[in-house]
């Protein structure tokens, strides 16, 4: 089944210590979103590619960053992670219908 | 500054009766609306959406019903079954944006809805 995967589902990582979380889809879909969720709030938008064009939130931490080497595969870097970083992080991609977002089961991420 | 709002954070029905999520918006430019279903260890899926032309867009079970002058949308669910149980969320967007900040979606913060049997 076309699906969108995100990897590693738990990711634990030390304060300050880079970390980098990936996203693959195999809907051939040309927009790729992540989103950052913390509890019981609602997903927020860190930045999206149109393509290869990359288009980042304004209130998006510089912390964060992105990088998409081809259609199918999207990653999200945290360069220096922080307490308040640990949280849910969702990728989403769409296609044709650019209005219906796909997206992958997450990456919770926790920062100790 | 919170565009879209879902101020019920839980609900909770008797399976066979009607469940009504709601949701409340704040931007008028906003003119493409989505509901997305979350279960526990899974991504997001959308459930039904409705444009702005329209004020009903109905799926089986699932009626999406959309009041523009009040800037409100809800999502009915009828009959609710026990497998409806999950975090519903509401979602907005502007097509006027165009370019690539189409398709941009706007997330409430979600209402878990609990189907008894």
């Known amino acids: 089944d076309a699906m969108v995967i995100q990897n590693p589902r738990y990711q634990v990582t030390q304060f300050g210590k880079p970390v980098t979380l990936s996203c693959s889809q195999t809907l051939n879909h040309n927009v790729m979103y992540w989103y950052q969720q913390k509890s019981s709030q609602a997903p927020k938008l860190l930045f999206h590619y149109y393509d290869k064009d990359f288009n980042n939130e304004a209130d998006t931490p510089d912390n964060f960053q992105s990088r998409r080497p081809n259609t199918s595969f999207c990653f999200l870097d945290i360069r220096s992670p922080g307490l308040g970083d640990a949280a849910m992080y969702l990728c989403?991609?769409?296609?044709?219908?650019?209005?219906?977002?796909?997206f992958g089961a997450g990456t919770r991420l926790s920062v100790l | 500054d919170q565009q879209v709002k879902q101020n019920s954070p839980s609900l909770s029905v008797q399976e066979g009766r009607i469940s009504i999520l709601n949701c409340d918006y704040t931007n008028s430019m906003f003119d493409y609306f989505l509901w997305y279903k979350k279960y526990p260890a899974e991504g997001p899926t959308f459930l039904i959406s409705?444009?702005?032309?329209?004020d009903k867009n109905e799926d089986g079970r699932f009626t999406v019903f959309l009041n523009k002058s009040a800037k409100h949308l809800s999502l009915h669910i009828v009959p609710s079954q026990p497998g409806d149980s999950a975090v519903y969320f509401c979602a907005a967007s502007a097509s006027y944006a165009g370019g690539t900040s189409y398709g941009k979606l706007t997330f409430g913060q979600g209402t878990i809805l609990t189907v008894h049997p």
């Open positions: 409705i444009s702005s032309i329209k």
């Open positions: 989403a991609t769409s296609g044709s219908r650019k209005n219906i977002q796909y």
